[in-house]
């Protein structure tokens, strides 16, 4: 049964407070559940390190230094620069609270993002798979500008986070079969494992707060997916690489309709079926399950080319 909070201040902001406070002892279990599950292990070990036998870096970079396809190139470098980004997320969940066990789960979040971010762009640099330079540049560019998602609440943050996480362990998982190095491929499965057991943390704690306070998650379920955007804004040419991302089944529309948001937000969730709302959250339900049923439709007729050569 449903227990909406009440906050210790007035208005949203009371709300918001009070619902991560009320989070604390699901807090506390998930990062001790997933402290339990994760395994250790090192960027080092994951980097072809032998192919750097010969490596001078001070002879420019070409292109027939690597036999890596394009579409992978750009899909690898985009997954860098987004964990590249890390200082600005770290920024956004921290701003949660400082305190408690949603302070050691961030601190622990960012450590492990952190090798993600070491180990793709060694592995990038001892292959030759890029230029160096102009990775470094890019990298350069998307930290100083800083860009990363906002949000206004508490709520509307954990269920961005949820799908993102799921998100991005797909797109790495995705890219890594772009890749035809069997090295390159353990490297993003290693990452995407990673990711997955972050989207797993930040999915079960949206499931108990949804048993804590209903209408404010089904808001925040109906902005979040609504507007819902990959990582990337500030990245040069993204809009470019993410079309050819698509276009390559890294991530698309159909990825993102049937992999992310039905599985989660409609099963595992099951926003059809949550109860106890208010007038507000039910009108919030009403337009996001209209939107959801838009995306099925995009995300078929983005799959019917391939079904139709198939």
């Known amino acids: 049964m449903s227990k909406a909070v009440r906050g210790t201040s007035g208005g949203e902001a009371g709300t918001q407070h009070a ?4 989070l604390e002892p699901t807090i506390e279990r998930l990062v001790a559940n997933h402290l339990a599950t994760a395994r250790e292990w090192f960027p080092h070990e994951y980097v072809p390190w032998d192919r750097a036998g010969d490596y001078d870096p001070r002879r420019a970079w070409r292109p027939e230094d690597s ?32 305190e408690g066990a949603w302070a050691e789960w961030t601190g622990r979040w960012t450590a492990e993002e952190g090798r993600h971010a070491i180990v793709i762009r060694d592995y990038l640099t001892v292959t030759r798979a890029v230029d160096p330079c102009a990775l470094e540049r890019g990298r350069m560019q998307q930290v100083s500008c800083g860009v990363a998602p906002q949000f206004d609440s508490v709520s509307d943050t954990l269920v961005y986070v949820t799908l993102q996480e799921l998100a991005t362990r797909i797109s790495h998982r995705n890219t890594g079969k772009l890749i035809e190095d069997p090295v390159g491929v353990e490297v993003m499965n290693r990452v995407a494992a990673d990711e997955n057991l972050h989207h797993l943390f930040y999915r079960d704690l949206v499931t108990a707060a949804i048993e804590v306070d209903p209408s404010t998650i089904v808001k925040s379920i109906d902005r979040t997916v609504r507007n819902f955007s990959m990582p990337g804004t500030g990245i040069t040419d993204f ?56 995306l099925g439709r995009v995300a078929a007729r983005v799959r019917q080319p391939a079904d139709t050569v198939a």
């Open 19 to 22: 619902l991560i406070c009320a």
């Open 67 to 98: 036999s890596m396809s394009e579409v992978a190139r750009i899909a690898l470098e985009v997954n860098l620069l987004t964990e590249d980004n890390l200082p600005y997320y770290f920024g956004m969940l921290q701003s949660l609270n400082h």
């Open 239 to 294: 809009a470019r690489s993410a079309r050819l991302m698509a276009a390559a089944h890294v991530y698309d529309f159909a990825i993102h309709y049937e992999q992310v948001v039905v599985p989660i937000v409609l099963q595992r969730w099951g926003l059809e079926r949550i109860e106890g709302l208010d007038d507000e959250a039910e009108s919030a339900r009403d337009r996001v399950l209209h939107h959801i049923t838009r």
